[in-house]
């Protein structure tokens, strides 16, 4: 299963992480193949610098070691024919998840959580782990 980790999710994991954040991404390295765009990346390391200053080799950290496919940001033509989304900076992340066949994406945002699309389907780390949770245990 492909899943797509949005920028907050990776922003609990690296700098609140909680019992929660350990569950979540110890369902995913037993169910999936995370993919993470370039748009995702950047803002990562644009977040982690601007709000936690001096952390960037966190950020650095786990880009090196966490294993993830990288795909390249879809833009302009991907975007208009991607549903509507509230927030247009959350545009390319969801066009690039529909352009690149991801089953999941993992979100906190509400922008994305309240969208009704089929694929992929859009879920936070609690719903992900009661789905997917059940099958690794």
Known sequence: MRVMLDTNILISALF???TA????????SNTSNVVLCEYITTELK????KKFANREAVVDAFLEEFPYTLVQTRY???IETAPYIRDSKDSPILA???AENVD??????KDFLVLDIHKPRIMNMSDFINEYGKTCS
């Open 16 to 18: 609140f992480p909680s």
């Open 21 to 28: 954040t350990w569950k979540f991404f110890s369902v995913l």
């Open 46 to 49: 644009r977040v982690a610098q």
């Open 76 to 78: 302009a033509e991907d």
């Open 96 to 98: 690039t998840a529909i």
């Open 104 to 109: 999941v994406l993992v979100s906190g945002d």
